[in-house]
């Protein structure tokens, strides 16, 4: 009788415990979406505010490093997303990291990557890191529909457009 008081109980435990990360996200709305393309374009969305920021690292690459002792050169720029579009960019990048596109093709790690970052608040944050996928923007059509929304209001900053190999 007592193992199955024991085992009723832990199963009763562990489901709860399962259930608990899902029940945070319904019911926290997100504060923060952070895209970075190809390790040196970051955007970051803002649930709160119309205006969002993209910042563009400029640190070389694996043939032309930056010379010792020179600092990475940092372009910001403002953008504003209008409250659908954030939805949109939201539940697609909410999508990518609940549900993965799978790549047919694998590049090296030098060859496109997508880092996806979604903060809820302080304490929680979901996070999907895609590299060595060739061109992150055909990945899947979740991907290329983002890259769209991003590209209609980022105009001029290479996001991660490259032709497959």
């Known amino acids: 009788m007592k193992r199955v008081i024991l085992w009723s109980l832990s199963v009763l435990v562990l489901s709860s415990a399962c259930k608990q990360p899902a029940d945070l996200v319904s019911s926290q709305p997100w504060s923060e979406l952070t895209i970075f393309s190809e390790h040196d374009t970051q955007i970051a969305i803002y649930n ?12 070389g690459s694996f043939f032309s490093p930056l010379p010792k002792g020179e600092k990475v050169k940092v372009d910001t720029i403002k953008v504003f997303f209008t409250k659908t579009e954030k939805d ?18 694998f590049c090296t790690e030098y060859v496109g990557s997508l880092d996806l970052m979604v903060n809820y608040g302080n304490q ?9 996928v060739c061109n992150w923007t055909t990945l899947s059509d979740k991907t290329r529909r983002l890259h769209d929304i991003l590209r209609s209001r ?3 900053i290479y ?7």
């Open 48 to 59: 709160n505010t119309d205006t969002s920021v993209v910042k563009v690292y400029h640190n």
């Open 88 to 105: 949109t960019i939201f539940s697609l990048v909410n999508d990518l990291i609940l549900h993965p596109a799978q790549t047919k093709m």
């Open 124 to 132: 929680f944050r979901q996070t999907a890191k895609y590299s060595s």
């Open 154 to 156: 980022i105009k001029k």
């Open 159 to 165: 996001l991660g457009e490259k032709d497959p190999l």
